[in-house]
C-alpha cells in the first residue's frame, strides 16, 4: 500500500518510515501540511499517517478538508496529545485511528496492517463479518448467503462502518456522508438507518459506542 | 488569640460609650444644678434673716402689754406671739440671741436651746442644717435663720430622677439602633465573605464591588486582583503541563523508534540485546513521562472544574483504547448493566486518566490471562476489578501514596493509583480500594465512586 507519512520530527519520521518500509509498504515523507498536500493531489495514497502538531497548521484541519471533499482513505493520527477532548475531536474529525508517542513501532505496523486489511490495494475488496459478506466494489451485500436489498443510504452508512471494520466510525462523520444525498438531517437521522441495517443484518452487526459513534460488530 | 466578633465589639463599645457618657453628662448636670439650688436657697436664707432681724428687733424693743410681766421675763419668744396663726411645719427657723449666745426669741419649730454653731455672720452648715448668721451691730443681737439640707437634696433627687427616667427608654432604645444599624453594615461584609467562600478551583470568577461601601471596596479589589492572579497561575500551569507533553513525547518516541529500529538493524549482532535494552528502557522512560505530565496536571487543579457531564462515552472510549492494544481484546469484559449515560460533574479529560491508570494497573497486576472486569453500579460507581492475590489491609492503604508500587516486581510507575485517587478527590467523589475484590474470596477491586 502506498503510505503518506505526515511527520515533522526528523529522527522520528525516518524510523517510522525504515519501519513501515520493512512491513511492504511504499512511504512518503513529508514534515509540512503544504507538502502533503501537493503531494495528495499528484498520488493516490491509500494510507495517512498524521501528525497532528505541525510547523505551517493543525494536522486536523487537513483532515477535515479530505472528509469534506468526500475523501475515504484511511487516516491514523500520531500525536502527542492524548487528552479525550483531543480524541474525541480526531474521531469527529474522521480519523480511523489515534495513537499516542511515544508508540512502540510493531503496534503502529499492528494497526497499519488493520487498515491495509480493510483498504489494502485489494481490487475487489470482500470483507467477512461474521455471517456477512461485505464487496464494496459491487455493492453486494449477503447474510448466510442470501444477498440483502439496501437503500442508498443504508449502504452509505454500512460502506463507512466497513471501510473501518473494528474502529470507531463518529455518529458526526455518518451524519457527514448523509449530507450527500442533500436531504435534511435530523437528530435521530442516523439512528433510524442504524436500526434499519440492523434488521435486515443482524442485531449483533452495528456496535453502538455509546455517544461516541459505532462499528461494525463481530457479527 | 481567640477570635472575637466585630459586630459583637461594635455593639459593646458604642453602647457601653453612650450610656457610659450619658451618665456623667447626667452626673455633671445633676452637680450644676445642686450648685446653683444652693445658691439660691442660699440667698432665700439671707434674705429672710435680713427681712426678719429689724422685725425681731422691733419686737424685742417694745414688748407687748401683755409679755410685760416679770413672771414671764425668762420666757422666750416670737414674732407674732398672741396674733393667731394655723399650725404648720416649719421649713425656716430662726433664733435671736444676744453676744452670750442665749436665744432672745425663737420660731415656733426652732429648738430651745441655741443653734450649735458660733455667733459670726455668714453662712454654716451642722447636723443636717444650713445657717446663716446675720448680726445687727447696734445692738450686738444676732438673727440665725436655719434650714433643713433635706429640701435642697429632695430637690435634687427629684431633678435627678427626671433626668435618668427617660434614660431607661432611650438606653436599651439607642442600644437597639446600634444593633440593628451595625448588624444591617455588617451584612456587607457577610455578603463579601461568603462571596470569597464560594471562590475555588473550580470558581475564581472576580467578586462585583459595586453597591460596597468604601471601606470594603479596595479589599474586594485586591481579592479580585488576587483571584485573577490565581486563575493566571492556574491557567499557565495547566498550559505548561499539556504544552509540555508535546515537547516531552516527541523526542522519547523519536529516540524509541529509532532504537527499536537499531535493534532490527542489529540483528543476529552481538550488540542486539544492548539495544533492546535500551528500548526497554525508553519504553519505562515513556511510561514515566507520561505519568509525570499527569501528574503535573493533576496538581494543577485539572479536575477542579465541575461540569456536569455524561462520562459513558470517556467510559467506552478508554476501554476501547485499551481493547484494541493487542492481546487485550478478549481480557477486558465491560458491562454498562443497563446505565445508558453517567452523569457527574467532573473533567472529561481527568476522569479519563483516572480510568486509565486504574485499568492499567489492573493489567499490569492482575493475574495474566484473566479477564479485568469493569462494571457500573446502581450508584453510578464505576468498578474494575481484577484476579489477583488478596493484599495486606495495610498495604492496601498506601497503595494510593505517591511512588507506592505493587508487588510481583511488575514494572509500574508507583504513581497510577495516586494520580486516580487526587483526580476523584479534585472531583468530589473518592476512590476506593478492595482485596479481596467485594463479595469475593481473592482478587483486587478499584471503585471510582463519582459525585
Redesign the interface.
Not at chain 2, 436657697?41 to 409679755?67: G, Y
Not at chain 2, 486582583?225 to 516531552?248: P, V
Not at chain 2, 460507581?381 to 492475590?389: D, F, L, P, R
Given at each position: 500500500m502506498r503510505i503518506l507519512l505526515i511527520e515533522d520530527?526528523p529522527?522520528?519520521g525516518?524510523?517510522?518510515q525504515?519501519?513501515i518500509a520493512?512491513d511492504g509498504h511504499a512511504v512518503d515523507r513529508v514534515g509540512r501540511l503544504d507538502q502533503a498536500r501537493a503531494a495528495l493531489l499528484t498520488v493516490d495514497y491509500g494510507l495517512i499517517l498524521l501528525d497532528l502538531?505541525l510547523p505551517d497548521g493543525r494536522g486536523l484541519d487537513l483532515l477535515r478538508d479530505l472528509r469534506r471533499r468526500g475523501d475515504t482513505r484511511a487516516v491514523i493520527i500520531l500525536t502527542?496529545?492524548?487528552?479525550?477532548?483531543d480524541?474525541?475531536e480526531g474521531l469527529n474529525a474522521g480519523a480511523d485511528d489515534y495513537l499516542?508517542?511515544?508508540?512502540?513501532?510493531?503496534?503502529l505496523s499492528?494497526r497499519v496492517a488493520a487498515v491495509s486489511r480493510r483498504y489494502g490495494g485489494n481490487p475487489n475488496p470482500l470483507l467477512c463479518i461474521g455471517q456477512i459478506e461485505i464487496d464494496t466494489a459491487t455493492h453486494r451485500v449477503c447474510r448466510n448467503g442470501d444477498q440483502i436489498s439496501l437503500t442508498r443510504r443504508e449502504w452509505a452508512i454500512l460502506e463507512l462502518l466497513a471501510h473501518r471494520a473494528?474502529a470507531?466510525v463518529s455518529k458526526a462523520r455518518i451524519e457527514e456522508a448523509l449530507y450527500a444525498f442533500g436531504s435534511e438531517i435530523e437528530s435521530n437521522t442516523v439512528e433510524v438507518h442504524v436500526s434499519r441495517l440492523r434488521k435486515k443484518l443482524g442485531r449483533e452487526a452495528i456496535e453502538t459506542?455509546?455517544?461516541?459513534g459505532y462499528r461494525l460488530g463481530s457479527g | 488569640m481567640p477570635s472575637w466578633s466585630l459586630s459583637r465589639r461594635l455593639i459593646l463599645v458604642l453602647t457601653g460609650s453612650l450610656t457610659g457618657l450619658w451618665l456623667l453628662a447626667t452626673l455633671a448636670s445633676t452637680l450644676v444644678v445642686y450648685h446653683e439650688i444652693s445658691e439660691v436657697f442660699d440667698s432665700a436664707l439671707q434674705e429672710t434673716a435680713q427681712r426678719i432681724l429689724p422685725l425681731a428687733l422691733s419686737e424685742l424693743d417694745h414688748p407687748r402689754d401683755d409679755d410685760d410681766d416679770d413672771d414671764d421675763h425668762e420666757r422666750e419668744r416670737s414674732i407674732g406671739d398672741g396674733l393667731s396663726y394655723r399650725e404648720h411645719e416649719e421649713h425656716l427657723v430662726y433664733q435671736i440671741r444676744d453676744r452670750s449666745g442665749r436665744v432672745l426669741l425663737r420660731s415656733h419649730d426652732a429648738q430651745s436651746s441655741p443653734f450649735p454653731i458660733p455667733l459670726s455672720s455668714g453662712f454654716a452648715a451642722a447636723d443636717g442644717w444650713r445657717y446663716y448668721t446675720e448680726t445687727a451691730l447696734d445692738t450686738n443681737q444676732f438673727i440665725q435663720v436655719a434650714e433643713r439640707l433635706d429640701s435642697r437634696i429632695k430637690t435634687v433627687t427629684e431633678i435627678l430622677s427626671w433626668l435618668i427616667a427617660p434614660l431607661l427608654l432611650l438606653v436599651p432604645l439607642a442600644a437597639g439602633t446600634i444593633f440593628w444599624t451595625v448588624r444591617r453594615s455588617l451584612q456587607t461584609i457577610g455578603a463579601v465573605r461568603e462571596a470569597i467562600v464560594s471562590r475555588s478551583g473550580v470558581n475564581l470568577n472576580s467578586i462585583p464591588d459595586t453597591d460596597l461601601p468604601t471601606e470594603l471596596r479596595p479589599i474586594v479589589r485586591d481579592v479580585n486582583r488576587l483571584l485573577e492572579r490565581l486563575a493566571r497561575a492556574l491557567e499557565n500551569e495547566r498550559d505548561f503541563a499539556a504544552n509540555s507533553a508535546h515537547e516531552l513525547r516527541t523526542p522519547v518516541a523519536a529516540a524509541l523508534a529509532q532504537s527499536q529500529r537499531l535493534e532490527v538493524d542489529l540483528i543476529d549482532a552481538p550488540q542486539q540485546a544492548r539495544a533492546a535494552q535500551i528500548t526497554s528502557i525508553l519504553r519505562r522512560l515513556g511510561k514515566l513521562v507520561e505519568r509525570l505530565l499527569q501528574l503535573a496536571r493533576v496538581d494543577s487543579g485539572i479536575a477542579l472544574s465541575r461540569e456536569p457531564l455524561d462520562l459513558m462515552p470517556v467510559l467506552t472510549l478508554v476501554i476501547d483504547e485499551f481493547s484494541y492494544a493487542a492481546g487485550n481484546r478478549d481480557r477486558i469484559r465491560f458491562d454498562d448493566r443497563g446505565h445508558k449515560t453517567l452523569t457527574a460533574r467532573t473533567d472529561r479529560d481527568a476522569i479519563g486518566i483516572a480510568l486509565r491508570n486504574v485499568i492499567e494497573n489492573a493489567l499490569l497486576y492482575g493475574a495474566k490471562n484473566r479477564p479485568i472486569e469493569i462494571w457500573v453500579d446502581q450508584a453510578r460507581s464505576i468498578h474494575v476489578a481484577n484476579e489477583a492475590t488478596v493484599i495486606e489491609t495495610s498495604r492496601l492503604a498506601k497503595l494510593t501514596q505517591r511512588f507506592q508500587r505493587g508487588e510481583d516486581g511488575a514494572n509500574g510507575s508507583g504513581l497510577g493509583l495516586a494520580i486516580a485517587d487526587t483526580i476523584m478527590q479534585q472531583s468530589g467523589g473518592s476512590l476506593s480500594l478492595h482485596s479481596p475484590a467485594i463479595g469475593r474470596d481473592s482478587g483486587f477491586e478499584v471503585v471510582l465512586h463519582l459525585q
Amino acid at each position: 500500500m502506498r503510505i503518506l507519512l505526515i511527520e515533522d520530527e526528523p529522527l522520528l519520521g525516518q524510523a517510522v518510515q525504515e519501519h513501515i518500509a520493512a512491513d511492504g509498504h511504499a512511504v512518503d515523507r513529508v514534515g509540512r501540511l503544504d507538502q502533503a498536500r501537493a503531494a495528495l493531489l499528484t498520488v493516490d495514497y491509500g494510507l495517512i499517517l498524521l501528525d497532528l502538531h505541525l510547523p505551517d497548521g493543525r494536522g486536523l484541519d487537513l483532515l477535515r478538508d479530505l472528509r469534506r471533499r468526500g475523501d475515504t482513505r484511511a487516516v491514523i493520527i500520531l500525536t502527542a496529545r492524548d487528552q479525550i477532548n483531543d480524541r474525541i475531536e480526531g474521531l469527529n474529525a474522521g480519523a480511523d485511528d489515534y495513537l499516542v508517542k511515544p508508540f512502540d513501532l510493531n503496534e503502529l505496523s499492528a494497526r497499519v496492517a488493520a487498515v491495509s486489511r480493510r483498504y489494502g490495494g485489494n481490487p475487489n475488496p470482500l470483507l467477512c463479518i461474521g455471517q456477512i459478506e461485505i464487496d464494496t466494489a459491487t455493492h453486494r451485500v449477503c447474510r448466510n448467503g442470501d444477498q440483502i436489498s439496501l437503500t442508498r443510504r443504508e449502504w452509505a452508512i454500512l460502506e463507512l462502518l466497513a471501510h473501518r471494520a473494528e474502529a470507531l466510525v463518529s455518529k458526526a462523520r455518518i451524519e457527514e456522508a448523509l449530507y450527500a444525498f442533500g436531504s435534511e438531517i435530523e437528530s435521530n437521522t442516523v439512528e433510524v438507518h442504524v436500526s434499519r441495517l440492523r434488521k435486515k443484518l443482524g442485531r449483533e452487526a452495528i456496535e453502538t459506542i455509546r455517544g461516541l459513534g459505532y462499528r461494525l460488530g463481530s457479527g | 488569640m481567640p477570635s472575637w466578633s466585630l459586630s459583637r465589639r461594635l455593639i459593646l463599645v458604642l453602647t457601653g460609650s453612650l450610656t457610659g457618657l450619658w451618665l456623667l453628662a447626667t452626673l455633671a448636670s445633676t452637680l450644676v444644678v445642686y450648685h446653683e439650688i444652693s445658691e439660691v436657697f442660699d440667698s432665700a436664707l439671707q434674705e429672710t434673716a435680713q427681712r426678719i432681724l429689724p422685725l425681731a428687733l422691733s419686737e424685742l424693743d417694745h414688748p407687748r402689754d401683755d409679755d410685760d410681766d416679770d413672771d414671764d421675763h425668762e420666757r422666750e419668744r416670737s414674732i407674732g406671739d398672741g396674733l393667731s396663726y394655723r399650725e404648720h411645719e416649719e421649713h425656716l427657723v430662726y433664733q435671736i440671741r444676744d453676744r452670750s449666745g442665749r436665744v432672745l426669741l425663737r420660731s415656733h419649730d426652732a429648738q430651745s436651746s441655741p443653734f450649735p454653731i458660733p455667733l459670726s455672720s455668714g453662712f454654716a452648715a451642722a447636723d443636717g442644717w444650713r445657717y446663716y448668721t446675720e448680726t445687727a451691730l447696734d445692738t450686738n443681737q444676732f438673727i440665725q435663720v436655719a434650714e433643713r439640707l433635706d429640701s435642697r437634696i429632695k430637690t435634687v433627687t427629684e431633678i435627678l430622677s427626671w433626668l435618668i427616667a427617660p434614660l431607661l427608654l432611650l438606653v436599651p432604645l439607642a442600644a437597639g439602633t446600634i444593633f440593628w444599624t451595625v448588624r444591617r453594615s455588617l451584612q456587607t461584609i457577610g455578603a463579601v465573605r461568603e462571596a470569597i467562600v464560594s471562590r475555588s478551583g473550580v470558581n475564581l470568577n472576580s467578586i462585583p464591588d459595586t453597591d460596597l461601601p468604601t471601606e470594603l471596596r479596595p479589599i474586594v479589589r485586591d481579592v479580585n486582583r488576587l483571584l485573577e492572579r490565581l486563575a493566571r497561575a492556574l491557567e499557565n500551569e495547566r498550559d505548561f503541563a499539556a504544552n509540555s507533553a508535546h515537547e516531552l513525547r516527541t523526542p522519547v518516541a523519536a529516540a524509541l523508534a529509532q532504537s527499536q529500529r537499531l535493534e532490527v538493524d542489529l540483528i543476529d549482532a552481538p550488540q542486539q540485546a544492548r539495544a533492546a535494552q535500551i528500548t526497554s528502557i525508553l519504553r519505562r522512560l515513556g511510561k514515566l513521562v507520561e505519568r509525570l505530565l499527569q501528574l503535573a496536571r493533576v496538581d494543577s487543579g485539572i479536575a477542579l472544574s465541575r461540569e456536569p457531564l455524561d462520562l459513558m462515552p470517556v467510559l467506552t472510549l478508554v476501554i476501547d483504547e485499551f481493547s484494541y492494544a493487542a492481546g487485550n481484546r478478549d481480557r477486558i469484559r465491560f458491562d454498562d448493566r443497563g446505565h445508558k449515560t453517567l452523569t457527574a460533574r467532573t473533567d472529561r479529560d481527568a476522569i479519563g486518566i483516572a480510568l486509565r491508570n486504574v485499568i492499567e494497573n489492573a493489567l499490569l497486576y492482575g493475574a495474566k490471562n484473566r479477564p479485568i472486569e469493569i462494571w457500573v453500579d446502581q450508584a453510578r460507581s464505576i468498578h474494575v476489578a481484577n484476579e489477583a492475590t488478596v493484599i495486606e489491609t495495610s498495604r492496601l492503604a498506601k497503595l494510593t501514596q505517591r511512588f507506592q508500587r505493587g508487588e510481583d516486581g511488575a514494572n509500574g510507575s508507583g504513581l497510577g493509583l495516586a494520580i486516580a485517587d487526587t483526580i476523584m478527590q479534585q472531583s468530589g467523589g473518592s476512590l476506593s480500594l478492595h482485596s479481596p475484590a467485594i463479595g469475593r474470596d481473592s482478587g483486587f477491586e478499584v471503585v471510582l465512586h463519582l459525585q
